[in-house]
């Protein structure tokens, strides 16, 4: 199995239930697939850098997975079919991504550790 992550920006005018519903939708294929959940995040409403379908604003979502090479394809159909969905995204993510979203996750520092300053 492959990791992947998916980023999927719905519409605006999603209520809360609907845009939860949405969610568990796609996250309930991935496992009905043979596919695993790794984590996923919410991000809520955001500002798009240009306009979709009139609309200047979207509710994100991103979603890591493990899932079959072929799953993607059942997913981005199901995706394109959906009405409430403006754009997504996959990406599939090589060794080094896994490490670096697992330390995000648990909220390990990464990049320049920070230098101590001593008085003199």
């Known amino acids: 199995m492959q990791n992947y ?10 209520s809360e239930e609907e845009y939860k519903s949405a969610q568990n939708k796609f996250t309930s294929l991935v496992t009905e697939n043979g596919g695993e959940v790794v984590h996923e995040n919410a991000w809520g409403l955001k500002s798009l850098a240009y306009p979709i379908q009139k609309k200047t604003t979207g509710l994100y979502w991103v979603l890591e997975y493990k899932a079959p090479t072929d799953f993607n394809e059942k ?8 009405e409430s969905v403006l754009r997504h995204m996959f990406t599939a993510l090589d060794k080094y991504a896994v490490e670096y979203n697992a330390k995000k996750r648990n909220g390990v520092q990464t990049g320049i550790e920070k230098a101590e300053v001593t008085n003199g």
């Open 5 to 14: 992550e998916l980023m999927v920006i719905f519409t605006p005018v999603l």
């Open 75 to 82: 997913l981005k159909t199901q995706l394109l079919r959906d």
